[in-house]
């Protein structure tokens, strides 16, 4: 592939850490580089609104804000490259990374790749997700208040999250058998 491309601090991930971790570092002048991932910007891309950050009360979009926060990283002259990381070797320094596009080491690497929720893979799932199926009840909670709600999956977190997030009547378990 070619010599690698050699960075102070590399950072995985263009979600919003990913991109926080970048105008900090950019600031503190570490001349960051940023490799976003599969998917540019993160699970955020795929919200329609954002209700819940602060100073932005009205009509926010997930990809609205990845793209400020994409502006804010480059603002500060952080680099951000397209690819997907697939092999890391964390044994010795630098670090090395190889990505669908090239090799990369680093001196300090920030993982910041995120989460993914786990759907059951149910054909009305799709046509619900945001109509009533969420993955995040941190997020989406407080729509379901006083509500009735179902929480399959999320072991100890899934239950406890929906508790904490409104007055819930749980139905069924929060833990379904392995």
């Known amino acids: 592939m070619g010599t690698a491309k050699h960075s102070k601090l ?3 991930g263009s979600g919003p850490a990913g991109y926080t971790a970048a105008v900090y570092a950019a600031r ?22 954002v209700e819940n950050w602060p100073g ?15 502006e804010h990283a480059t603002k500060f002259e952080t680099e951000i490259l397209f690819d997907h990381i697939n092999k890391v070797d964390l044994q010795n320094r630098p670090f090395r990374l190889t990505g669908d596009s090239g090799e990369y080491t680093c001196d300090a690497l920030i993982i910041a790749t995120g989460a993914s929720a786990r759907y059951l893979g149910l054909p009305s799932e799709e046509a619900f997700k945001g ?3 969420s993955a995040c009840a941190t997020c989406d909670g407080f729509f379901y208040r006083n509500q009735k ?16 997030s409104g007055e819930h009547r749980l139905r069924g378990s929060p833990d379904p058998p392995s």
């Open 149 to 164: 709600v179902a929480v399959i999956g999320g072991g100890k977190h899934g239950g406890r999250r929906s508790a904490v």
């Open 131 to 133: 109509r009533g199926v």
């Open 56 to 70: 932005d009360p009205n009509d926010l979009t997930g990809p609205l804000l990845m793209e400020r926060m994409h």
């Open 10 to 12: 590399l950072i995985l």
């Open 28 to 49: 503190a002048n570490l001349q960051p580089v940023l490799i976003t991932g599969m998917e540019k910007g993160g699970q955020l891309t795929t919200t329609t609104e």
